[in-house]
């Protein structure tokens, strides 16, 4: 790295620079003579979009509180190749971070990755493919198109309901996965049928050009879902040239200021919207702590949507206000936060690691954690988190046996006004209000990598390639996602079948008595075992000892976790391939309790950052590795 001198003499000749050749659309904060510590860059792909403007509004209202700060912010112009410019730009004004928003993600990704190489990358909002950044903080966009149709299901009637959707730029992955959690949920609803999908590329302007166009033909529509509030209003301007009145819009963003969908929807232009956070403000908060290398950075920040309708934007507004903002109480030392704390079970290394780390991390930080074990049963469960509701905890913190079934009880914790924190794995409900946070892992990704790890492994083989699945818990969170994101993977490959998926419970007794199963079946036809987490794969390795095979050669083992134990045995290639799982979240865990007391709204997940290990990564990792 620079001096901080050189850095700055730096910068002040490329801000001298800039002054002279940068295209009036791009803007910089202002100068002081104070020494510059960080030089942050912000790269938008577009400022024509309000919700990007209050983005950076955010970022620099943050960034002002810090006078050791400077950012830098471009604009793409809405032209990638632009951004792309910018991009390397900003990497020649020597920036010690980068924050992007990306709008094409297939052109971008690999320069996001380059970057990525060179300086840490904080994502935000929309679109980027794959792993290759520090952070990313957005919305569940699945989520929003979902909880969109909902809504869409109860403004219509029953019969011959008509839905235009208007959706962001083709191939985005935000649009992919909004138009996708709206369809399905539309799904149980036969009298609603999506007439047409018109691609406005986010732009309110061309969102009114191509709905003007397609009225000339068809102007029998209900309702018209816009991926963004900008695309919203751009379709009222063309109903209303139109003269049809009565279409409700729903659209997606709810930011502030004129064209924001708040007043969109105070005005009664749109019906409702669906809030997207920009994260500005989380962004420069996670820059600072990645800058000055704090410990147990999270992946991904995802950021609650709140439904917006004429009937609760008042109490929204007030809610967003900064003096609604108040610590939740007074906390002495008489009177510490309280957690009631049910833990799932104590199935292997994992989960003692896990319980381990939120005991310890509760005692550094002053806080009572009251902790329970519920050996894996749901109804033991219910009945530790009832207990807690009647102690008065201020949280409650549990990791769900299974995804579903907890609906009752959670209900009864928020009458009670506890909120509750589900550690490492989530669960299915029908209100997500129901629970606070999530802080743990993305299981379909370690599903996806533990797939894409082996269909590289395999690459030159030519014969077909079996596997056994040994699966977690059944109906567990982490079991469900791993084997949806193998799933997802191998699939595309016609040479390989899961010849046998059996249903484990984590523990390593399981492992090894469902792989003898397997090989009483398959024998020494299996080529690959992958196994839901480390100790039903250590099991599998005494099984495979005992059939008389070699694991790791003979049968290739993928397991999921990385603990000591599992990355031991990688070392001496008993185990093939580990996806971390990390189980140290007593820190972030104990970290969210004390934002939430102090009054700060909670993102909706903390998804911790991962690794994956080989046979030499692994050796090396074991000398400091921690669980
Ligand atoms: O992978 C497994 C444990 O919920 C992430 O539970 C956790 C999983 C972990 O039993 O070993």
Not at 245 to 255: C, E, L, N, Q
Not at 582 to 608: F, H, R, S, W
Request: with cysteine.
């Amino acid at each position: 790295m620079k001096s901080i001198q050189m850095k700055f003499v730096l910068f002040i000749v490329v801000y001298i620079a800039l002054i002279l050749l940068v295209s009036c659309s791009n803007q910089l904060t202002s100068m002081t003579n104070k020494e510059v510590k960080y030089l942050i860059g912000v790269s938008q792909p577009n400022l024509i979009e309000p919700w990007r403007v209050v983005m950076n509004d955010e970022i620099k209202q943050y960034a002002d509180t810090y006078s050791d700060l400077r950012v830098i912010f471009t604009d793409g112009g809405n032209d990638s190749k632009q951004q792309e410019e910018d991009l390397y730009k900003l990497m020649g004004f020597g920036i010690d971070i980068l924050i992007v928003s990306l709008d094409d993600p297939i052109l971008l990704t690999p320069t996001i990755a380059k970057i990525y190489s060179k300086i840490p990358v904080i994502v935000l909002g929309r679109g980027v493919t794959g792993y290759d950044y520090t952070l990313y903080i957005g919305t569940d966009n699945r989520l929003i198109g979902s909880k969109a149709a909902e809504y869409a299901k109860q403004l219509l009637g029953t019969e011959d309901n008509r839905i235009v959707e208007i959706l962001g730029l083709q191939g985005s992955p935000t649009v992919e996965e909004r138009s996708e959690g709206f369809r399905e949920a539309l799904l149980d609803r036969p009298d609603i049928a999506i007439t047409q999908s018109i691609y406005a590329d986010w732009q309110r302007d061309k969102s009114e050009d191509e709905l003007t166009s397609s009225l000339e033909t068809e102007t029998d529509i209900d309702l018209i879902f816009a991926h963004n509030d900008a695309m919203a209003l751009g379709a009222s301007l063309a109903l209303k040239n139109k003269g049809l009145s009565g279409v409700k819009i729903i659209g997606v963003d709810g930011v502030k200021g004129e064209n924001g969908g708040l007043n969109l929807v105070k005005d009664g232009t749109l019906i409702g919207t669906f809030t997207s956070p920009t994260g500005g403000g989380e962004a420069i908060r996670y820059a600072l702590d990645i800058l000055n290398k704090e410990k147990g950075i999270p992946k991904k920040i995802i950021l609650r949507s709140h439904q917006i309708t004429g009937g609760n934007i008042n109490v929204y507004e007030e809610m967003q206000s900064s003096a609604q903002r108040k610590p939740i109480r007074l906390i002495t030392e008489a009177e510490p936060i309280k957690i009631g704390f049910a833990q799932v079970g104590v199935e292997g290394g994992w989960r003692l690691a896990h319980t381990n780390s939120v005991i310890t991390a509760a005692k550094e930080e002053g806080i009572e954690l009251l902790y329970e074990n519920a050996f894996l049963q749901q109804d033991k469960q219910i009945e530790i988190i009832r207990k807690f509701i009647a102690s008065k905890v201020d949280f409650i913190v549990f990791s769900p046996v299974v995804k579903t079934g907890w609906d009752e009880v959670l209900q009864e914790a928020k009458l009670a006004g506890i909120p509750v924190i589900l550690s490492d794995r989530e669960v299915k409900v029908s209100d997500d209000s129901l629970w606070t946070s999530y802080i743990g892992s993305d299981f379909v990704e370690e599903g996806r990598r533990s797939a894409r790890w082996l269909i590289q492994e395999m690459k030159d083989v030519t014969e077909p390639v079996n596997i056994v699945e040994l699966q977690g818990t059944k109906g567990s969170d982490p079991a469900v996602g791993r084997k949806q994101g193998f799933e997802e993977i191998i699939n595309n490959e016609l040479d390989y079948s899961i010849v046998q998926s059996l249903q484990g419970d984590f523990t390593i007794e399981t492992g090894k008595q469902l792989m003898l199963e397997a090989l009483a079946n398959y024998g020494s036809d299996i080529d690959v075992v992958y196994s839901h987490n480390d100790d039903m794969a250590l099991g599998a390795v005494e099984a495979i000892e005992q059939y008389g095979l070699k694991p790791g050669k003979d049968i290739k083992i993928i397991s999921i976790d990385a603990t000591r134990a599992a990355l031991k045995a990688l070392g001496i290639g008993k185990l093939s391939f580990v996806v971390e799982c990390n189980p140290l979240l007593g820190p972030q865990l104990m970290k969210a309790v004390k934002d939430y007391m102090a009054g700060k709204e909670l993102p909706m997940k903390i998804i911790t950052s991962e690794g994956v290990f080989t046979q030499e990564t692994a050796k090396r990792a074991l000398a400091t590795w921690e669980y």
